[in-house]
């Protein structure tokens, strides 16, 4: 059973407006959660983070809202870009330092 | 230029013939580990490495070895490939104490008929 969920694969957004990429998780253990961005044919780079101690975490146009009650992070971008296409991955660190990641929305950013 | 490479980025082979496919990163990185990317089912972490001879099963290891006998480099060794080990797979590395943030190489795609 998957412990990170990106319940959905895709999403499209007009340039300009708020993109929001939903994540929930199962394991209460999780004490870390990131967000990642991948390209085509590239590996994933680290976009944002955020620790369990915190609800919200702010970096530029990216922002990442954290709900722990509702096992529940979102990643929040604004505005929007056409270079903001990619997939992203959320993903949560449990025992032992392991990440386990989310199967990834794709987002497309319409100019 | 600070990287994570790997070798080959595409590899087409058959049932059975033992394949390796090597990691190295130039960052001095103690943390490495292998993921392996699946539709719909993200990142799953195969083996990870915190230091030099040290190295620990993630959540998929079935069907694969690892080694890590130098820190910068860290090899995925299939035994004995099966069909269900074809996959798109990522090596990345980290600070040991900040293994969250972790640098991906850009992936070998794995088609095993």
């Known amino acids: 059973d998957q412990q990170v969920k990106q319940n959905s694969p895709s999403l499209s957004v007009q340039e300009g407006r708020i993109s929001i990429l939903n994540c929930d998780y199962t394991?209460?253990?999780?004490?870390?959660f990131l967000w990642y961005k991948k390209y085509p044919a590239e590996g994933p780079t680290f976009l944002i983070s955020?620790?369990?101690?915190?609800d919200k975490n702010e970096d530029g146009r990216f922002t990442v809202f954290l709900n722990k009650s509702a096992k529940h992070l979102s990643l929040h971008i604004v505005p929007s870009q056409p270079g903001d296409s990619a997939v992203y991955f959320c993903?949560?660190?449990?025992?032992?330092?392991?990440?386990?990641f989310g199967g990834g929305t794709r987002l497309m950013v319409k100019p | 230029e600070a990287q994570v490479t790997q070798n080959p980025r595409y590899l087409i082979t058959v049932t059975g013939k033992k394949l390796t496919v090597t990691c190295s990163q130039n960052?001095?990185?103690?943390?490495m580990s292998w993921y392996r990317q699946d539709p719909g089912l993200g990142l799953r972490q195969i083996y990870y490495?915190?230091?030099?001879?040290?190295?620990d099963k993630g959540d998929v290891p079935e069907g694969y070895k690892v080694s890590r006998k130098e820190k910068r480099n860290f090899p995925l060794i299939l035994e004995s490939p099966s069909p269900n080990q074809t996959s798109l797979y990522f090596c990345?590395?980290?600070?040991?104490?900040?293994?969250?943030?972790?640098?991906f190489g850009p992936g070998t795609r794995l088609t095993v008929l």
């Open positions: 960052m001095n990185h103690e943390y």
């Open positions: 490495s915190m230091n030099v001879e040290v190295t």
């Open positions: 993903a949560a660190r449990g025992a032992g330092n392991m990440l386990t």
């Open positions: 394991n209460s253990m999780f004490d870390y």
């Open positions: 990345a590395s980290g600070l040991a104490g900040n293994t969250d943030t972790q640098y």
């Open positions: 955020i620790s369990s101690i915190k």
